[in-house]
């Protein structure tokens, strides 16, 4: 077969208007609203989105398969890689994945300090995903309110650990890095002058005609079709499932939180917006909690110099600013992995991108590929 | 009909204001080209081979940098130091050091890993280059100056 037969099939429901006038046009991989390197086939009656199809890998770099060539410790600034805009959160789940499997549990401090600044990377990466999403629907101004908050988040994280984006902030059985001097004040004030910013984002957008006329309606997919798809994250909380990892699984120390979970009813692309505005605010709250009761004591705990976890294999799973995080590793005593499966919320979300634009027009499919909230880095790895 | 209208001309009043009141807040922006950016201390940028007080290099030459880099960027050639050649206060010294800023991901292993303190990150970060052979760094490159008041050799 071709490669245009396999990616221009037609569905046998779909029939334009007097089968007549059906348009395939190439969305990407040069597009700016595709938030990097995806290329999006379009079959359009007119202006109407008839079908889709999701071509990927063009920043594919074999991640999975560079793991199984370096030692698990030399394999964790890697995983910085995948979803660049919340990199802690990676890190998060590849190092508790190794200590599950290792039988190996982080000290309470560090854990303490982990959820920090995993909370903070969900913010930032929220407000990435606000600021972009809202630039793609035409609200040019929130933009610059929200990178105006990032970069005190990520300046938290280059005092605290010396990168911005690629933070390799934890390691395999705790951190690396002691706080530094001024770390709690430095967050406390964030967040208290956060909640304030939140409400200021919502007063230009979710009042406005526009966003909402852009927003309402657009992207509708059900509860059941997010299950059949597999699809985690705000995009399943948007569709009303009350779902979260830290809440059904949870890791960490996130029993020691209050927290509340988000959702949504439509599952429209506004409820998403919602969904994600709430969870900012909800990080908020955790990250207060954690700080004012944050343990002294170690923040290592006692790990071998060489790391050669016993045979057999793990899947440890966290909630990501994007969904579920997951990594299988299969281990066979070695220092280097037998096999590190990546379980990328992106990727699985991006699947549900065709129901989600059927029958809506070509400016929609920018809004709804603003809200499912990729990461191309993350999708093809 | 009116209240819909009404309810439009209020949401885009009120976010004009929050941009109004946000145009009296001071300049956050770095005028980055024009002035130099702010670093916080524990920035990673390119790397630095300290030197200790006697100005002799505090790289051994012992590996464990290269050893431990996920990238494999450090290439490092030892030397035994001599008498009349001494170059640093160990046994052995680096010959040859060169750190390739084409595969470096600027980790930091290499320096957790140093027993001597002999390679840091420093704040420099502007390696940007049109030609991949010039970032490939030596280590006449990456050493730090000799201190004020060292020794003749």
Request: net charge negative; hydrophobic share 35%.
């Amino acid at each position: 077969m071709t490669e245009a037969e396999t990616v221009y099939r037609p569905h046998p429901e779909d029939h334009t208007f007097l089968d007549s006038n059906e348009i395939v046009i190439n969305m990407g991989p040069q597009h700016p609203s595709t938030h990097g390197v995806l290329r999006v086939v379009l079959r359009l009656d007119g202006e109407k989105i008839i079908g889709s199809e999701c071509v990927i890998g063009y920043l594919h770099r074999g991640v999975e398969k560079i793991a199984e060539n370096r030692t698990y410790v030399q394999f964790n600034p890697y995983v910085d890689r995948m979803d660049y805009a919340a990199a802690v959160s990676n890190s998060l789940g590849y190092c508790e994945a190794i200590e599950k499997i290792m039988s190996v549990v982080a000290p309470p401090r560090a854990q303490y300090v982990r959820v920090i600044l995993t909370e903070l990377n969900r913010i930032a990466s929220h407000l990435l995903w606000l600021g972009t999403h809202a630039l793609d629907i035409g609200a040019l101004t929130p933009l610059f309110y929200c990178f105006r908050e990032r970069e005190e988040i990520l300046k938290i994280f280059e005092n605290y650990c010396g990168a911005r984006l690629t933070t390799h902030s934890f390691r395999i059985g705790g951190l690396q890095y002691e706080t530094y001097d001024g770390f709690e004040k430095q967050v406390n004030v964030f967040c208290d002058d956060f909640l304030h910013k939140v409400d200021e984002y919502e007063t230009l957008l979710t009042g406005n005609r526009i966003w909402l006329q852009r927003t309402k309606g657009i992207g509708v997919i059900s509860a059941e079709d997010c299950i059949q798809y597999g699809v985690t994250g705000p995009v399943l909380r948007g569709s009303g499932v009350k779902w979260d990892i830290r809440k059904a699984m949870p890791y960490c120390c996130y029993p020691d939180f209050e927290f509340d979970i988000p959702t949504g009813q439509n599952g429209d692309t506004f409820d998403r917006y919602i969904v994600r505005m709430e969870e900012m605010r909800q990080a908020v709250r955790i990250i207060k909690q954690a700080v004012a009761k944050i343990p002294d004591g170690p923040i290592m705990a006692k790990i071998p110099k060489v790391i050669k976890p016993p045979v057999g294999e793990i899947y440890h799973s966290i909630e990501a600013p994007k969904g579920e995080l997951g990594y299988l590793v299969v281990s066979d005593n070695s220092t280097q992995p037998y096999r590190v499966r990546v379980r990328p919320p992106s990727f699985v979300n991006l699947s549900a991108l065709d129901i989600m634009i059927r029958g809506h027009l070509v400016a929609d499919v920018v809004a709804v590929i603003g809200t499912i909230d990729i990461v191309l880095g993350e999708v093809d790895r | 009909m009116i209240s819909d209208t009404l309810n439009t001309a209020g949401a885009i009043a009120k976010g004009m204001a929050t941009t109004l009141k946000e145009l009296f807040q001071p300049t956050i922006t770095e005028d980055y080209p024009f002035e130099p950016p702010n670093f916080e201390g524990r920035f990673r940028g390119v790397h630095v081979l300290q030197r200790d007080a006697n100005g002799l290099e505090k790289c051994v030459a012992c590996f464990l940098c290269a050893a431990a880099c996920p990238s494999n960027c450090i290439y490092i050639e030892a030397t035994e130091n001599t008498g009349d050649n001494r170059v640093s206060a160990g046994d052995r010294y680096a010959k040859v050091y060169n750190i390739d800023y084409n595969r470096c991901i600027f980790c930091g292993y290499c320096v957790e890993a140093c027993p001597t303190d002999a390679i840091t990150h420093g704040h420099d970060f502007e390696i940007a280059s049109y030609e991949t052979g010039t970032l490939v760094y030596r280590k006449e490159q990456l050493l730090a100056k000799e201190p004020q008041g060292a020794p003749a050799k």
